[in-house]
């Protein structure tokens, strides 16, 4: 019943910048929390960050941190992902999930989208 929808993602350079969205349907949006990971093929999927429903907690990886933000519209049913300063190594699928409770352990969300690509070249 739940559907989350990715978009945003692309090819860019180096120190760019892209900004990620996902669109939430079918749900209690509003009250539960948002995480994003990402994945590169042959790895495990890897946190990104979470936002909590009410957006008072948000949690980074270390890898992103001071580089990405999570923002939420709960009025839209929107999360969004701001990338910046973006490096080679953070070429993935990115996926939004969402969950009960802001938690890096992906085994934990319920409800995944079907991910976008982000290709970042040197």
């Known amino acids: 019943q739940v559907q989350l929808v990715e978009s945003g993602g692309g090819l860019v350079q180096a120190g760019g910048s892209l900004r990620l969205s996902c669109l939430a349907s079918?749900?209690?949006?509003?009250?539960?929390?948002m995480g994003w990971f990402r994945q590169t093929p042959g790895q495990e999927r890897e946190f990104v960050g979470v936002i909590s429903w009410g957006g008072s907690r948000i949690y980074y990886a270390d890898s992103v941190k001071g580089r990405f933000s999570i923002s939420r519209d709960n009025n839209q049913n929107t999360v969004a992902l701001q990338m910046n300063m973006l490096k080679p190594e953070d070429t993935a699928v990115y996926y939004c999930?969402?969950?009960?409770?802001?938690?890096?352990?992906?085994?934990?969300?319920?409800?995944w989208g079907q991910g976008t690509q982000v290709t970042v070249s040197s």
């Open positions: 079918g749900g209690t949006f509003s009250r539960s929390a």
């Open positions: 999930a969402m969950g009960s409770n802001t938690d890096r352990r992906a085994a934990l969300y319920e409800y």
